[in-house]
Each structure stands twice: as structure tokens, then as C-alpha cells.
T-cell receptor, first 112, second 113 residues
Framework: GESVGLHLPTLSVQEGDNSIINCAYS??????FIWYKQESGKGPQFIID?????DKRQGQRVTVLLNKTVKHLSLQIAATQPGDSAVYFC???????????FGGGTRVLVKP | EPEVTQTPSHQVTQMGQEVILRCVPI?????FYWYRQILGQKVEFLVS????????KSEIFDDQFSVERPDGSNFTLKIRSTKLEDSAMYFC???????????FGNGTRLTVT
């Protein structure tokens, strides 16, 4: 069935270092992948998305990598800041705008 | 930046009561969604809504649930007879184009006692 899972439930990172959050997905029919950040008491906040016809996409301090061969998605955060402390979710769908299937989330803790 | 707003932020209700969760999507958006997140679990899709009708719904979205867009700005989720297991954070989301990222509200925490 469809499932999206995360390798690491908690990631501790030193302020200024780079963070890498990983995600595995199982539905080979998925065409759209997205990362959300969720801070305590708030809803998921869009970070970056990527379609299956790409393997890399960059935003401001963030990069998403997609490896369709092994069904793996990652989010890289450059120069991690205290404000990056949050839970990060990957999600996938057959197309943007279709229902999203979320992963379980990874908590990122930034140490000063 | 435009936001999806949800009210109330916290709703406490007794089992068997009806609740209505309210959302105001971003004003020019056309696609609307409800998701929920039980404490400590994944965010789960409930329903999507476009052009005044449900476009997709999950197995969770049974006959106890309904959605409505009563006017040009509000989008509501009604649970007719709440159960203890309905306790969760309920998130509303919207997007302007069918191929654009979803923007989520900050959620309504529903507690059923």
C-alpha cells in the first residue's frame, strides 16, 4: 500500500551546521513530493516541493533531493539556525493538489 | 502574506455532540482540504473539496463527517456525533491551483470527553 516513512525520528544538530532529513516512500506512482515544517502549536508550513521529473530543487537555504530509483527523498538545510527547530514532514501524492500522504515526522533540535 | 485561518483554536465537546470546525481559506484559492493529526501520529487526509463538491475523501471521512462552503469565504467541517477517537488536531488547507502546494491553517484542537 501507500506509505511514507522517516529514517530518524530526532535529529540534533549544532547551530551553523548543515542538516539532512531523510524520507522513504513506497508508492512508485507518486509524482509529487513536498516538505513541511511544523512548529509547536502551528500548522504545517510549506518549505519546498519537487516533481518526479526532477532530482534536485533548491530554495533559500534548503535543497530537496529525489532518488526515484530507491524511492528516497531528502531535505538539506544549510547553516541550520535555532529557528529551524521543528518537526519536519515529508509527504507525497500522485499529483500536486491531490491528497497528500504524510510521513511520521522528524524532530530537528538545533543546539546553540 | 495571506493565511488560512481556523476557529476556534480549541474546542471541547462531549461525546455524541455535534461540532462545526470553521476555516477561512486564502481568498483567491479554489481547492480546499481537511486533514487531521491525532496526538503523536501522522497527519492524515480527510477530504478535498472543489467547485462546491467533494473531490476525494478518505476512509476516515464516514457519514458522521460533512463539509460545506456556506458562503464565499468559509469552509466548514461538521462532525455529527463526536466519538472519543475524534479527538485530534484538525487542519484546514487550501490552494489556488490544483498543481500548487497546500497552505495549512494552525488547526483546531478538538477534545471529545
Amino acid at each position: 500500500g501507500e506509505s511514507v516513512g522517516l529514517h530518524l525520528p530526532t535529529l540534533s544538530v549544532q547551530e551553523g551546521d548543515n542538516s539532512i532529513i531523510n524520507c522513504a516512500y513506497s508508492n512508485s506512482a507518486s509524482d509529487y513530493f513536498i516538505w513541511y515544517k511544523q512548529e509547536s502549536g502551528k500548522g504545517p508550513q510549506f518549505i519546498i516541493d519537487i516533481r518526479s521529473n526532477m532530482d534536485k530543487r533548491q530554495g533559500q537555504r534548503v535543497t530537496v533531493l529525489l532518488n526515484k530509483t530507491v524511492k528516497h527523498l531528502s531535505l538539506q538545510i544549510a547553516a541550520t539556525q535555532p529557528g529551524d527547530s521543528a518537526v519536519y514532514f515529508c509527504a507525497e501524492s500522485k499529483a500536486a493538489g491531490n491528497k497528500l500522504t504524510f510521513g511520521g515526522g522528524t524532530r530537528v533540535l538545533v543546539k546553540p | 502574506e495571506p493565511e488560512v485561518t481556523q476557529t476556534p483554536s480549541h474546542q471541547v465537546t462531549q461525546m455524541g455532540q455535534e461540532v462545526i470546525l470553521r476555516c477561512v481559506p486564502i481568498s483567491n484559492h479554489l481547492y480546499f482540504y481537511w486533514y487531521r493529526q491525532i496526538l503523536g501520529q501522522k497527519v492524515e487526509f480527510l477530504v478535498s473539496f472543489y467547485n462546491n463538491e467533494i473531490s476525494e475523501k478518505s476512509e476516515i471521512f464516514d457519514d458522521q463527517f460533512s463539509v460545506e462552503r456556506p458562503d464565499g469565504s468559509n469552509f466548514t467541517l461538521k462532525i455529527r456525533s463526536t466519538k472519543l477517537e475524534d479527538s485530534a488536531m484538525y487542519f484546514c488547507a487550501s490552494t489556488g491551483q490544483g498543481n500548487s502546494p497546500l497552505h495549512f491553517g494552525n488547526g483546531t484542537r478538538l477534545t471529545v470527553t
